[in-house]
């Protein structure tokens, strides 16, 4: 045992009683989290139930923080073992975290809040990952466009990436702000990484897109930004955040607290455009010179709940939302470091 080991675990002895390990199960229920039978117990992970993590991610921005944390060691500092999947989008991750193969999944606050009213996931917020500046989810479209403002965009094909998403929100509201019909616009659904290529071919007329992929449209495709989406009263709203199921949450709150700790300096980390540019090319695929220069987003350290009451709020106003919701019954605070 490490002299560092050692201290965080005398320190745990002192201040509180450590959990017995939880008995190994053969299998899990659809909402009962994963499997504990690889939690390990003993002085080597300062008590923590699980240790060694699935997390699902996105690519993009929203990954950054979480490969930050792999490459500095930020959860090894905190026992923590963890092995990323990547998902094409946070609802593409649900039936994996459902299931158990995951602990906790980066979504959509959207997606995320559309789930908790319809019932389908009993999760909460544990990270807040991402928030959007009003340059990092903009509508593109190709030069000489014709498109300058929201009632440009009628009868034209729009993507918005996922139906559902906040992306589409915020172009409902965006269109509606300007008494614009969203049902006139011709809503598609492109994937992040598709869209500066269904422009240039004509499939689209523009895209709700998100920075690393818009300045690589304007730089391979020569599209541009025609209109801006976060901005006014949606400016520097959350957008993603990492989620696990209520379950795992009671099962695993030292875990829990553990990765919560190590995404702290992961997210102060994801700030620095020259760390953020050590592992964003892999993830994307987008080289290191594209990725120089696009609009960073802004990365929180600790969850809000009235940042979060805010998506709540856009999507009762604008994403057809019925279910009121008290945002702050969806997360965990974050815990001191």
Do not use: W
Request: hydrophobic share 40%.
């Amino acid at each position: 045992m490490s002299n560092a080991t050692r201290r965080r675990f005398l320190r745990l002895a002192l201040g509180a009683t450590v959990a017995a390990p939880l008995a190994a199960s053969a299998g899990c229920s659809a909402l009962n989290g994963s499997s504990s039978s690889d939690s390990t117990s003993g002085t080597n992970n300062a008590g923590l139930e699980k240790t060694k993590l699935t997390v699902g991610i996105l690519t993009g921005q929203q990954g950054v923080s979480t490969k930050l944390a792999e490459k500095y060691g930020y959860f090894s500092q905190q026992g923590l073992e963890v092995t990323s999947k990547m998902f094409a989008s946070g609802p593409a991750a649900f039936p994996a975290l459902l299931n158990g193969e995951l602990d906790f999944a980066v979504t959509n606050y959207v997606s995320f809040f559309q789930a908790i009213a319809q019932k389908t996931l009993q999760a909460k917020v544990v990270v807040d990952v991402d928030q959007l500046g009003e340059n990092s989810l903009v509508v593109i479209a190709k030069p000489n466009s014709g498109i300058q403002e929201p009632k440009d965009l009628v009868g034209k094909k729009v993507s918005i990436h996922q139906a559902g998403s906040i992306a589409e929100v915020l172009l409902r509201a965006t269109l509606k702000d300007h008494d614009v019909d969203p049902n006139r616009v011709e809503l598609q659904t492109v994937k992040f990484p598709d869209i500066p290529a269904a422009l240039a071919s004509g499939q689209l007329d523009a895209g709700v897109e998100l920075e690393p992929y818009i300045t690589q449209a304007e730089r391979t495709q020569g599209a541009q930004p025609v209109l801006k989406i976060v901005t006014g009263s949606t400016a520097n709203i959350t957008s993603a955040g990492f989620v696990a199921l209520d379950s795992f949450i009671q099962k695993n709150p030292k875990t829990v607290a553990a990765f919560q700790k190590a995404m702290v300096p992961a997210q102060t980390a994801a700030a620095d455009r020259s760390k953020l540019l050590e592992v964003l090319p892999d993830l994307t695929g987008v080289d290191k010179d594209t990725a120089s220069l696009l609009n960073i987003d802004v990365f929180p350290t600790s969850v809000s709940a009235a940042q979060l009451q805010r998506v709540v709020t856009l999507m009762q106003n604008y994403g057809g939302l019925s279910a009121q919701l008290d945002a702050s019954q969806y997360m965990v605070a974050t815990p001191q470091v």
